[in-house]
């Protein structure tokens, strides 16, 4: 999906927030700033609500409001954590020699919470998948929430509160991110789909709805792919968009088991593939190389495209179209 998402460029205002209780309660967090623990279900919102918050509560959102993304920023090397442009400026070149990755990660979160405001009397810094935390990080943390409580506040999002350590959750106010009902979904995909002018019916509403089964971003993703590729958003139009979508995944499901040597998961999913839903070998074999292009490279394409023209044409002549897809599978999976 090359185009702007519609997750960005319609990204909600506070008053839009489709959870009529976590929309209080962070309402209520602008008129009395405090720490906050926004936790729910992947898809239900956490980030998107605690950036219309920013937003709300921020004359200058762009300078109060840092937002880290705790399971990127803990798969960096140190030399990326170091050269990271938004870190960069208050790691000297001695401290990068000297620090441990560890230390760089202590020595960002205290420096982003040192800063004084831009605007207004306090900042905020959002901890984006703070499940991520480990606990020896989680107590820097805290110390560092005691010392620097009366300039920044920290928003903590993350679907396993558990993960965190007693002090932390003791200092936020819990802000629970249920995952959005049907009925909120379809009036959130209704404004989207509307705002971009885009035909659509209720029945294609409902069944992008449920399709998603509460993911909020799912939902507006799948009708975004559904009104790109169709022009529109009908129950047909969806379901052919995203029975295909489900299809791929299958397929690329499928071909790691063939790589892992689970040969029977693979074919298992083959069967359902063939028989269950309906597909064409060649439709399977068209897309089993779109999901090679995507994972390989070099030799390994070239092989992959390589046996993909010996099982098309063993397919033209098949009796038995899983034995020649099946074989194709185990090939794959003999070459890792």
């Keep these: ?97 000297e620090s441990s990755k560890a230390d760089l990660i ?46 920044t506040q920290f928003v903590i999002a993350t679907r396993q509160p558990s993960a965190l350590i007693p002090p932390i959750r003791s200092r936020c106010f819990p802000v629970v991110m249920r995952a959005p009902n049907h009925e909120e979904t379809v009036a959130v995909l209704r404004d989207v789909v509307t705002a971009e002018g885009v035909a659509h019916d209720d029945d294609g509403l409902e069944y992008v709805a449920g399709y998603a089964e509460g993911d909020l971003r799912t939902a507006i993703l799948a009708a975004q792919t559904t009104a790109e590729e169709e022009g529109e958003l009908t129950m047909d139009t969806a379901y052919e968009t995203l029975h295909a979508l489900e299809a791929d995944g299958q397929v690329e499901a499928m071909v790691e088991a063939a790589e892992d040597g689970r040969f029977t998961d693979a074919r298992s999913t083959l069967d359902d593939l063939l028989v269950d839903e309906g597909y064409g070998a060649s439709d399977i074999l068209e897309d089993l190389l779109s999901v090679a292009r995507s994972r390989y490279s070099g030799r390994r394409l070239a092989e992959v495209h390589r046996l993909a023209g010996q099982t098309d044409m063993a397919l033209v002549d098949a009796a038995n179209e899983r034995v020649h897809l099946a074989h194709l599978l185990a090939q794959l999976g003999e070459r890792q």
Excluded: C
């Design 1 to 97: 999906m090359d185009a702007p998402l519609w997750t960005e460029i319609h990204a909600p205002k506070l008053a839009d927030i489709p959870q009529p209780e976590a929309r209080d309660h962070l309402q209520g967090a602008i008129e009395e700033p405090m720490n906050l623990l926004v936790h729910g279900p992947k898809g239900a919102g956490k980030t998107a609500a605690v950036r219309a918050y920013a937003r709300e509560v921020h004359a200058n959102s762009d300078a109060d409001f840092t937002e880290l993304n705790v399971a990127d920023v803990f798969d960096m090397t140190k030399k990326e954590v170091a050269n990271d442009p938004r870190f960069s400026s208050f790691i000297d070149s001695k401290r990068r020699r």
């Design 106 to 151: 202590n020595h960002v979160l205290k420096e982003s919470a040192s800063y004084a405001p831009v605007s207004g009397t306090y900042k905020t810094i959002l901890l984006d998948n703070a499940e991520s935390i480990r606990e020896d990080f989680q107590q820097a943390l805290r110390r560092v929430m005691e010392q620097y409580y009366e300039a």
